[in-house]
Structures are given as structure tokens and as C-alpha cells.
């Protein structure tokens, strides 16, 4: 499907008037120019170290469409590779995971070595002659690789800004979500493995709307709120999400930035640690472990306000496509227009024993996931959404991105944050938009950094 | 690890590695007359350039 020629990407993201075309949801021509302009320049969630934790592990993941591989090397340093041999391109590992003294292309056996350089090929002397020079063809590696309190981020872009000024004012907040209950930062370690599904819907339905986009909850999620396990989950006192019970001083805002971060925080109204609630009566031992690290954490954080971010219910994204909070990372990888795969990574504390850890794992596979809960919930409407959306008439339309228009405020408490107040806006979801279009249209990095030139 | 082999070019190597793949080997050179390596070079070895287990010397 070719994008109409009578009209700019400008004419279809109206941020001001809060319209947006269809079209950029379903449109062929659109996905393979996100490819080029948004997934080859912006920094990337590849994953965390703990997923490659000794010399020579190994974990797949994606990088926009295309695959990587995220490798410790023999010394202990972490690299992330294109999955494709620099011969025929073909992949060079075909597992998800695993530890590997090489890579050999199964091919024409071009193998790499855990630095990506190539070591080896089949018949080399005879075939390459004595002045081939392999160190020419290593695998292709990322051009920036940032380890942020043991998260992986990774751009193909040598141009691109450092990482921590790719995140501009919410990096606390990212940094936030990588501490450990007690606030030890680099304190969490991922369960493997991770969960992975395929959903038939562009990848925009759930990276931009997820973290923000309040007025979907208490229809979409009506039957499992009403077995108080929910989002909402305060049917008759029977609370009992266990994180959302945590900290109740707060209040969850919609918060948007010039980066395109941003979404459903949570803002603390009063400074320190609250008392800790019981929520694990399944769980024995749980409450106790927890009880503990919140009385370390509330010496860190002593009469200061605890940062604004994925705690206590709030999570947020991170421009493009990653979902950020304590205890989840949601891994939004563009396949194609219509095919969008869904990666779950649960985080707990490193340090936990082991019946807490369990007990983290046990919950997680209960409320996310294709069977759990709540996830579910939310597939089956962008599932529907976009094939709903893609016919020649339905592409005519606009989405209205209209919450709470005009609301948001500079927060005083945290500069470079817009706040709105309340949850039922999409002051994110506009924000994640213009910083799309800014990223469609900018012919490199001098366009996007220092933001709003 | 240690296993000595006889390359085609009468090298003669050990294996310091192995990845278990069935086709290449990372081995140290202990005697060679060839023009591209020397005695103690650390190289990657792809199965058809081995003759056979070197002989105990």
C-alpha cells in the first residue's frame, strides 16, 4: 500500500487539534519508515545483564524488526550483535539463549568468536587466499551500547546523544526502576525465561498508548476487577494487586516530556517511605522480606520525596517502544504493519530467597501474559483495532487523541515534566506522537537533540 | 581440552577449545611448518583440515 501522495505525515499527526490518521497505524509504507528513521537512530531496551550473567551467555532479542544478540564476551563485557553472518546473512544463532565459545553461521561456517570477530571460515586458505583479512568482517555490532543500574540499552547510531540525555528528565525514574525494593540501585535480576507472544496489531496501539491511557481500564478490565485482582482492584476492600497497595501517598498523573517519555506515574504528596502493608498472605515468608527492605529503603530515602515513576502502580514508556515499572518491562517489537511481538521481562530482587522470587514469578504468570488476567484484556481490542482500521474507508478516519486537552502543566517539583493532574488524559500519547513525527521527518540526530529546537 | 591433532598441512596442535558444534575446534599450535602460523598462535580449526589425532611423541 503506497502512502497517498497528496499527503505529509505532518497533515496526519495534528498534535494541536489532537487528530491523528489511521493511516499512520496501518499504512505498509509508514512501518518500513520507522524502520530507517525511528528504530535504526533512538536508543533501544535490549535487556538486562542479568540475562547473560556469566562469560559467553547468550540472549536474543530485537532491535526494532530485526534480530540481536546480546552477548557477554570472554572478558565480561557485553555486547549486542545484528543476528545476521556478514556472508550470505545468514542467522548466526538460531536459540534464544545459551553459552557460546562461538558463532558459526551453519551456512558457509563463517564463525565468530563472544568480541563478534570473525575467526574462522570454511576452506579459508584455499578459498581467501593469505591476505584476506578477517578482521574486516566482524558482526555488526550497535554503535552505542549504554549499561543503565543493569538494563541494556543500545542505539545503531554513532551520532545519536549519550543515553542518560536521551532520556532528558525521566531518567531518575528509569534509574528507579532498576533498584531493588530496599533502593540498592542495579538491585533486580530478570526471570528467564522471558514470555513472548505474536499480536495482530501495529506496534504503536500498545507501546503508546500502555503507560497512559486511564479511561480504557474500567471497561476493558471490568470482569477482573470485578475479582478485585485488577488494575482498579478495590472492589469491596478486596485489594489485592500486590504492588498497587504499596505506597498510598500518592497520586498516579499522566506526565509527558519534550523526549516523548512519559505516561502513567506514579507522584508522591509527602516525602519518605510509607509503612509497609501486608499483601502476600500466600506467600509465607514474603511480607517479612518486604517489611524489611522497605525499613532500608526509608533510611535511602529519608525526608526526601521518593522519585516519581514505576512504583506503586505507575508505569511509563520510554520513546519507542518499551514500558517501563518496578517489577515488569513490556517489550513492544514492530514485525510488521500488523504483527507486533509482545515481550514480558519480570524483575525481582537479586538478593531475594528463593520463595520470594516464587512468589514474584507466580504472580507475574497470574496477571500478565496471554493467560494471565489482564493482559487479555487489553489484546483483544488493539487486536481488533487495527484490522478494523485498515480498510479503505475506515483508513479515511482520524483517531481523536482529545483527553484533557490544554491541562497540562509544568510540574513544579520536577522540571522538564507536564503534568495533568489525573489519569483520564492523553497528554503522553500526544507527546509520544510529535516526538514520532519529529523522528519521521528529521534527517538525522542535528534534527533531534537538543529536543524542541 | 588437550587433545593433540595432526592438521593436513602437518601442523601439530592441541585443543584449548571446543564448542561443541561438530565443526571447528580452537586449538594452540605446538609444531608447524607452515608459512601462516607459528608455535604458540591460538587459532580456530574448521574439521576438514584435520588429518587425524596426532600421535603420541
Known amino acids: ?128 587466499g593469505p591476505d584476506f583479512d578477517k578482521a574486516e568482517w566482524p558482526l555488526h555490532e550497535v554503535a552505542q551500547l549504554r549499561n543503565y543500574y543493569g538494563s541494556i540499552w543500545a542505539t545503531w547510531d554513532p551520532k545519536a546523544p549519550s543515553f542518560e540525555e536521551y532520556l532528558g528528565p525521566i531518567a531518575p525514574s528509569v534509574r528507579h526502576c532498576f533498584q531493588s525494593s530496599d533502593g540498592e540501585d542495579n538491585g533486580l535480576e530478570v526471570f528467564m525465561p522471558i514470555m513472548r507472544w505474536r499480536i495482530p496489531t501495529n506496534w504503536k496501539f500498545p507501546a503508546f498508548s500502555f503507560a497512559g491511557d486511564g479511561t480504557h481500564g474500567a471497561m476493558t478490565h471490568l470482569s477482573v476487577n470485578a475479582a478485585a485482582v485488577g488494575p482498579q482492584g478495590t472492589r469491596g476492600g478486596g485489594e489485592r494487586h500486590l504492588l498497587r497497595a504499596e505506597f498510598p501517598r500518592k497520586s498516579h498523573e499522566i506526565v509527558a516530556t519534550e523526549y516523548g517519555h512519559g505516561g502513567h506515574l506514579a507522584i508522591y504528596g509527602a516525602t519518605g517511605v510509607p509503612p509497609y502493608r501486608d499483601t502476600w498472605d500466600t506467600v509465607p515468608g514474603a511480607d517479612d522480606y518486604y517489611r524489611a527492605q522497605r525499613e532500608k529503603k526509608a533510611a535511602k530515602v529519608g525526608e526526601h520525596y521518593m522519585t516519581p515513576g514505576g512504583h506503586g502502580g505507575g508505569h511509563f514508556n520510554i520513546f519507542p517502544n518499551v514500558t517501563l515499572d518496578s517489577w515488569r518491562i513490556l517489550h513492544w517489537h514492530p514485525i510488521a504493519p500488523g504483527v507486533t511481538e509482545s515481550w514480558r521481562l519480570f524483575q525481582v530482587d537479586k538478593n531475594a530467597p528463593k520463595e520470594v522470587k516464587d512468589g514474584v514469578r507466580h504472580y507475574a504468570m497470574r496477571y500478565c501474559e496471554p493467560m494471565g488476567c489482564t493482559e487479555s484484556d487489553d489484546m483483544e481490542n488493539w487486536n481488533y483495532a487495527y484490522p478494523a482500521s485498515k480498510g479503505a474507508v475506515a483508513q479515511t478516519l482520524d483517531y481523536p487523541f482529545l483527553q484533557a486537552m490544554g491541562q497540562a502543566a509544568p510540574n513544579e517539583r520536577y522540571p522538564g515534566f507536564v503534568s495533568v493532574g489525573h489519569t483520564y488524559a492523553e497528554e503522553n500519547q500526544r507527546a509520544r506522537l510529535r516526538r514520532w513525527l519529529e523522528f519521521m521527518e528529521a534527517s538525522s540526530w542535528d534534527d533531534l537533540f537538543p529536543v524542541n529546537k | 581440552m588437550g587433545t593433540k591433532l595432526l592438521l593436513k598441512d602437518q601442523s601439530i596442535v592441541e585443543i584449548i577449545g571446543n564448542p561443541g558444534d561438530g565443526g571447528w575446534v580452537q586449538v594452540r599450535y605446538l609444531e608447524t611448518q607452515a608459512d601462516d602460523a607459528a608455535v604458540g598462535d591460538e587459532e580456530w580449526v574448521f574439521y576438514p583440515d584435520v588429518q587425524d589425532f596426532a600421535q603420541e611423541m
Not at chain 1, 2 to 24: C, H, K, Y
Request: with cysteine; charged share 25%; proline share 2%.
Open chain 1, 1 to 128: 500500500m503506497a502512502l497517498q501522495q497528496d499527503r505529509s505525515l505532518r497533515s496526519m499527526v495534528d498534535i494541536e487539534s489532537g487528530l491523528v490518521s489511521r493511516e499512520v497505524y496501518v499504512n505498509d509504507e509508514i512501518f518500513r519508515q520507522e524502520q530507517e528513521q525511528i528504530f535504526m537512530r533512538a536508543w533501544l531496551f535490549v535487556g538486562h545483564e542479568s540475562m547473560v550473567p556469566n562469560p559467553g551467555d547468550f540472549a536474543a532479542s530485537r532491535m526494532g524488526a530485526e534480530e540481536v544478540i546480546m552477548v557477554r564476551d570472554r572478558k565480561n563485557k557485553v555486547h549486542v550483535f545484528l543476528n545476521t553472518c556478514r556472508h550470505r546473512g545468514m542467522k548466526v544463532c538460531r536459540y534464544d539463549r545459551g553459552n557460546a565459545l562461538v558463532f558459526t553461521c551453519p551456512f558457509h561456517a563463517w564463525t565468530y568468536d563472544t568480541e563478534g570477530k570473525l575467526v574462522g571460515m570454511g576452506h579459508q586458505k584455499q578459498a581467501y
